[in-house]
């Protein structure tokens, strides 16, 4: 029998996983992961008390071995870093796909991961095993796909997953829940970055980065149209909180050296959008499959956690990745991550940073 470790959160998905495991005959041992900053200023609103009952619940209902991990340490020196030093360059940064990198199959991994052949989450994402490879595949349910906060990890950490809710839509796991009278059943999926709980980002950020007053342009006439606290609160793409009249307006351009925002006017301002994406430190899930090739290959790529998946053609130049999409792209924000899947949009073959 495998042994199984269960990553378990306290939400309705990762909660479901565990009667779908011991229904396959696992017996699994359930891991809650500690990374809210509880002990950190501003951070005492984290809900990590409620999410350990119910994970302690499911534990003793299902007869699991339980532990709690405390990785807050780690998280700080890791995903938060990366974080704030990526605002304070005018990057967009995801900590939702630096946590699965780093912490959750990451140090996780490292210390407590040696004694168990598969570890369990409840991600909507699959497992695809061809020719003794193993690749990381996209759910059932395209909606709820998580594989776009997956399209960082690394072949070592593809090939321990496994991702019970492959083939389940969201609507038949929160019927499972109700059915199994779960206590997380009802309980609304989490939004937002994973380690603010309760905390808005745009007071954590000026928390640990502070303000700086700057002047925000119209990027077509040159206009100074007002005055912001920071390019740093601000994102490409950004259509609300400008506080600007006679709009919309739309963040289209940021100057972190000059701290400028420029902006755009309209519904649609042609200015937001591009044909092309630049990857930068593109990276291969499981492997290279144009390795020696210098032609451009047809794939299908997100830019951001979406269902849609946009058509365009991938080639490389030196060190660079670069995408001509199909269709003009809107929003596209230095220091996101772009995601690469198969034209089938079944397998995610890798990502890079959106330069």
Known sequence: MMNIAALVSGGVDSSVTIPLLKEQGLEPVIFYIKIGMEDKAGFMDCPSEEDIEIVIWIARKYGCRMEIVDLQKDYWESVVAYTLDAVKKGLTPNPDVMCNLMIKFGVFNDRYGNDFDRISTGHYAGRVEQHAKVFLGTARDHVKDQTYFLGRITATQMKKLMFPLEKLMKREVREMAHKMKLPSAARRDSQGICFLGKINYNDFIRRYVGEKEGSIIELETGKI????????????????????????????????????????????????????????????????????????????????????????????????????????????????????YDTQKKICIGSGVIG
């Open 225 to 340: 149209l007002g005055q912001h606290k920071g390019y740093w609160f601000h994102t490409i793409g950004q259509r609300k909180g400008l506080g600007l009249g006679q709009g919309p307006w739309f963040v289209v351009k940021k100057d972190a050296q000059e701290n400028i925002i420029y902006v755009s006017n309209g519904y649609d301002p042609q200015s937001q959008y591009s044909n092309q994406v630049t990857l930068l430190d593109f990276r291969f899930i499981t492997e290279d499959p144009w390795a020696g090739s210098q032609e451009k290959h047809p794939v299908t790529f997100k830019i951001r956690h979406t269902p849609e998946f946009t058509q365009g053609v991938m080639e490389q130049q030196g060190n660079t990745y670069l995408i001509h999409s199909e269709a003009p792209i809107a929003g596209l924000a230095p220091g996101q991550f772009g995601v690469v």
